[in-house]
């Protein structure tokens, strides 16, 4: 329990920040017109945020006549988030600086059956070269967050198991990194991250789904990404989507992602042609007219679209966005989805579904997690009530 001074002040301290973060940049007049609070409640916290670094004066208001007002905004390069996207493989890394630009980005590859030792090891390694070429000293990071394809458990912040990474069964990755690096590390599921970087306003409802070898979603609502009480909310790719038909890495029949998942559309092409190709030379056989590739995009299109319109149907959320599904909207894939969900949907809604393509690239995939860290960085306490005999107190629930 926090003294009610303190508790006030951080609050104050918190509406200023989140001020500033919003616009941007701001003259003081503003935010104290924004947060209502007292001029000099609002000159101690600035002057309190520029002594932490946290903010820094970034030019004048240009006027005609009189002052010209000093704008303030959020300091660039002195404290920074890393945010790192587990897809094995590659592994994308990026950091953000205070105001969520992204000031460096790399991608590495790891064995097929690395362990998960073996991908803390790789992170160490390449965070270590990221501080040297960035420039970045490790006391200036505010934390890391790490995105993982498996079943979370955020109570513990660890991933109970992740089907596609050799022996993970509880690994705390957590606590390895920790015991090297002292800033916080927070482990959530790979989709749910990456559908920060979707949200552009408060008001923004949205199922974000994720295509790679599995299949992933983040369902948003009111701008916030709904986690579920585990961390597993939108687990569509082990939805099932019927019961006697191929097995599911999990041990289950017929999940969604052995239809239309990257890895299920490798398999079906090998089973059909006896040649192997990626997926991305898959997309392109089929951008050229290969009709058995065709084909499997054409049915891995349908069955993609029935597990949208189930999710769509189970939030009545109609705006979806697609992530990583590495082709252009008029490639044949995307338009059996498009057609799929259209079909499935037919009298659910006044409203037609839409879906599209997340316009975000590879080298930001880290920076869903680096938008996680700012958000628990700028996170405003939160605050009840406990009136008892002897009068009420403030209580931080944070
Ligand atoms: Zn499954």
């Known amino acids: ?69 000093i704008l303030y905004s959020l300091s660039r390069d002195v404290y920074y988030a890393i945010g790192i996207d587990i897809d094995v493989a590659p592994i994308y890394m990026a950091i953000s600086r205070l105001d969520g630009t992204i000031a460096y980005s790399r991608q590495w590859d790891v064995s097929e059956n690395a362990d998960g030792r073996e991908i803390k090891d790789s992170i160490i390694e390449h965070v270590s070269k990221a501080f040297v070429e960035a420039k970045v000293s490790r006391d200036k990071i505010i934390g890391m967050g790490i995105g993982l394809p498996g079943v979370m458990n955020l109570q513990q912040n660890i991933a109970e198991k992740i089907s596609r990474i050799r022996g993970w069964e509880n690994y705390d990755i957590a606590k390895e990194l920790g015991d090297v690096f002292d800033f916080p590390i927070y482990v959530r599921n790979d989709t749910h991250l990456l559908g920060h970087m979707e949200i552009e306003s408060e008001n923004e409802n949205m199922l974000y789904i994720l295509h790679r070898s599995g299949i992933g979603m983040a ?23 019927g019961a006697q038909g191929r097995i599911c890495n999990c041990g289950l029949k017929d999940c969604l992602e052995v239809y239309c998942s990257k890895r299920s559309i490798e398999k079906s092409y090998e089973e ?47 705006n979806v966005v697609i992530g990583d599904l590495r082709c252009s909207e008029d490639h044949i894939f995307f338009q059996s989805i498009q057609e799929s969900v259209a079909e499935n949907s037919v009298n659910f809604s006044v409203k037609q579904p839409t879906v599209r393509l997340s316009s975000h690239k590879k080298d930001e995939y880290g920076m869903g997690a680096c938008q996680f ?26």
């Not at 916030?224 to 939805?239: K, L, P, Q, R, S």
């Open 373 to 398: 860290v700012l958000e628990k960085f700028f996170e405003q306490p939160k605050f009840h009530t406990n009136i008892s005999e002897n009068g009420g107190e403030w209580v931080e629930t944070m």
């Open 219 to 241: 369902p948003i609502i009111n701008g916030e990404v709904y986690e579920g009480i585990f961390g597993n909310a939108g687990y569509i790719g082990h939805t099932r989507i």
């Open 272 to 318: 059909k042609t006896g040649s192997h190709l990626g997926y991305d030379a898959l997309v392109l056989a089929a951008k050229n007219g290969d009709l058995d590739a065709c084909d499997i995009f054409r049915k891995a299109g349908n069955y993609f679209g029935i597990g949208i319109t189930n999710a769509i149907k189970t939030y009545d959320i109609l």
């Open 1 to 69: 329990m926090l003294k009610n001074t303190n508790i006030v002040k951080m609050a104050n301290q918190a509406l200023v920040l989140d001020s500033i973060k919003k616009n941007k940049k701001i003259t003081t007049e503003e935010i104290i017109n924004q947060t209502r609070l007292s001029r000099t409640t609002v000159l101690t916290m600035m002057k309190e945020l520029s002594q932490q670094k946290l903010i820094e004066k970034r030019g004048n208001v240009r006027q005609s006549v009189g002052r010209q007002p």
